[in-house]
């Protein structure tokens, strides 16, 4: 399971763990000013960032083994799909990896804030795993 | 008031005490008639490796997402809200750490409700960018901020 909470812009946004059922885990950004964007709502940023680490978060809770070499993420690209004003309160997030392959991990996740009935955002993402890539070979 | 000449990015980005684009450290570069450009300095409370220090690809879509909504207000010449309908990022290679993050984002074409606008993020030389995107927005008429 990722270590949401070690990594600093995880930390910058106040995102954390909330628990992790059948695999999949749900993430908390909690409220604050320094997610703003429009008077009142949250950022779009803000919202997308959320998305991205709940999706790796996702992919990396398939790997059964923390030293599972495919523990690498690249993202090669994401679309979010905005479908409600995000308010100043808190958000919750949850990837669902659609497949995670040898190279290449795919995820669905959604953010939402009263009831996951109601997503404030949607997004699909595409990451390289497991890939030694050239910024990352003095791990 | 002449509409083309009340919007002011770069006194807009100046005045901000507050919000998602102060606490990320961005910053106004320069804009034209559809167009305009922040900058991201290297900043490790967001990094989503340390081993590495790359930045996370989340706070370079907040910067596009800003540079895009005034990239809308430019071209309209006014300053009014507008949501986001979705935006799509490649992320073409790693930001190099400790580089500051140019975002330069185009408003190509403006509907009375909708705009669209391209963008490209690059770490020193526009020529090699790190990321291209491509997002919508549905324009709020008639609700000044």
């Given at each position: 399971?990722?270590?949401?909470?070690?990594?600093?812009?995880?930390?910058?946004?106040?995102?954390?763990?909330?628990?992790?059922?059948?695999?999949?885990?749900?993430?908390?950004?909690?409220?604050?000013?320094?997610?703003?964007?429009?008077?009142?709502?949250?950022?779009?940023?803000?919202?997308?960032?959320?998305?991205?680490?709940?999706?790796?978060?996702?992919?990396?809770?398939?790997?059964?083994?923390?030293?599972?070499?495919?523990?690498?993420?690249?993202?090669?690209?994401?679309?979010?799909?905005?479908?409600?004003?995000?308010?100043?309160?808190?958000?919750?997030?949850?990837?669902?990896?659609?497949r995670v392959g040898t190279r290449i991990g795919s995820v669905h996740v959604e953010a939402w804030q009263e009831s996951p009935d109601k997503p404030i955002a949607a997004a699909r993402m595409k990451l390289l795993i497991g890939q030694k890539s050239e910024h990352r070979e003095e791990d | 008031m002449d509409p083309a000449s009340s919007f002011d990015p770069g006194d807009l980005l100046r005045r901000g005490r507050s919000?998602?684009?102060?606490?990320?450290?961005?910053?106004?570069?320069?804009?034209?008639?559809?167009?305009?450009?922040?900058?991201?300095?290297?900043?490790?409370?967001?990094?989503?490796?340390?081993?590495?220090?790359?930045?996370?690809?989340?706070?370079?879509?907040?910067?596009?997402?800003?540079?895009?909504?005034?990239?809308?207000?430019?071209?309209?010449?006014?300053?009014?809200?507008h949501a986001t309908l979705d935006l799509r990022i490649d992320y073409l290679r790693p930001a190099r750490p400790g580089l500051s993050v140019h975002g330069r984002c185009r408003c190509y074409r403006l509907t009375r409700r909708v705009g669209f606008v391209e963008g490209q993020a690059h770490d020193g030389d526009p020529a090699d960018p790190i990321a291209r995107v491509a997002a919508s927005f549905l324009l709020d008429n008639g609700q000044p901020l």
């Open positions: 399971m990722i270590k949401v909470q070690l990594l600093p812009y995880a930390e910058f946004l106040g995102i954390s763990l909330v628990h992790q059922d059948n695999g999949s885990p749900l993430l908390s950004m909690s409220y604050s000013e320094g997610l703003i964007g429009a008077p009142g709502r949250l950022h779009g940023g803000a919202i997308a960032g959320l998305l991205e680490i709940a999706a790796i978060a996702a992919i990396d809770a398939t790997l059964e083994e923390p030293d599972d070499p495919r523990a690498r993420f690249k993202p090669i690209n994401v679309t979010v799909d905005y479908i409600r004003p995000g308010r100043a309160v808190e958000t919750f997030a949850r990837g669902i990896a659609v | 919000g998602h684009i102060v606490a990320l450290g961005a910053d106004y570069v320069a804009h034209g008639e559809d167009w305009c450009e922040l900058v991201l300095p290297y900043d490790r409370r967001l990094i989503s490796d340390l081993a590495t220090g790359v930045l996370a690809s989340g706070p370079i879509v907040s910067l596009m997402d800003s540079a895009a909504g005034l990239a809308i207000c430019v071209k309209r010449g006014l300053l009014q809200t």
